[in-house]
């Protein structure tokens, strides 16, 4: 009788996540990158005021093709935990706990968070001319 | 029937000793950030590929400078309180748990003062 592997309970690697769960680890998972994001905020403000050299190796940093995929992830993570936040603003008030009404909140969450990024880079390029 | 004295009841604060403090500041702030950071995000973009001196005069208009402040201010006091309850829930041993939510706050603090007075720094032109 050696050898029959016995059944387990669901576990996080065998377990598909439902979309709301994926949502929620999400944010908290944007929520930690954000706070370190904000040190990069906190160093760009300080090359600001530091004169026009320091802005200038700080810009450099965020004009190279790695600077704007890492600014471009800062924003979406910004935009996503502002969006998801939102949302658990409605459920501490007591709506939008209906399993449709959560599904629907959760796609919408991920199209917002999608549009208001593209929205921000689609200003950014086109102020500065392409 | 409880066993909680009337004044426990009363004062509402439960075991923690704080009762809806922490709860209360990550969603006031969070209604805060929501503004802010829409803001924030569009006016940067709108600064696109601007030059220095462009970049510190936007910075140095009051209302510009005051709402970078709130930012900063409002943004790592959510983060700080954010990122309490998730060292709490992954950091079982006790004095690293205790140590790291005492980095994060030192670091949270010394980031919003240098981000300020960087700010103050631009707008007053010191």
């Known amino acids: 009788m050696a050898g029959r592997a016995k059944p387990l309970s669901p576990h996080l690697q065998i377990y598909r996540l439902p979309l709301n769960a994926i949502l ?11 706070a370190l994001g904000a040190v990069l905020v906190v160093a760009m403000l300080i090359a600001a ?59 919408a ?11 921000t880079w689609a200003v950014a390029y086109s102020v500065s001319g392409g | 029937m409880s066993l909680r004295t ?36 569009f006016s940067v973009a709108l600064l696109g590929t601007a030059d220095y001196y462009t970049v510190v005069g936007w910075l140095a208009h009051p209302v510009n400078a005051g709402l970078m402040i709130l930012v900063l ?13 998730v060292i709490e829930d992954y950091i079982a041993t006790e004095w690293k748990k205790i140590t790291v939510l005492l980095l994060v706050q030192f670091a ?14 631009i707008a007053l032109g010191v």
């Open chain 1, 24 to 34: 929620s680890i999400t944010h908290r998972i944007t929520g930690v990158i954000l």
């Open chain 1, 49 to 107: 005021a530091s004169g026009s050299q320091a802005w200038g190796a700080m810009y450099a940093m965020g004009a190279h093709w790695l600077g704007q995929i890492i600014l471009f992830g800062f924003t979406l993570a910004l935009y996503y935990h502002m969006c998801a936040g939102v949302r658990h603003l409605f459920w501490d008030a007591g709506y939008g706990y209906e399993l449709q009404t959560a599904r629907r909140s959760s796609q």
């Open chain 1, 109 to 119: 969450i991920i199209v917002a968070a999608i549009v208001l990024t593209l929205a």
């Open chain 2, 6 to 41: 009337p004044l426990a009841a009363a004062r509402g604060l439960g075991s923690a000793k704080e009762g809806v403090d922490h709860w209360w500041k990550q969603r006031l702030t969070a209604i805060a950030l929501v503004p802010l950071l829409l803001w924030f995000g």
């Open chain 2, 73 to 85: 201010a409002t943004g790592l006091w959510h983060g700080a309180i954010g990122l309490q309850v």
């Open chain 2, 108 to 121: 949270a603090v010394v980031l919003a003062l240098a981000g300020i007075l960087a700010v103050l720094r």
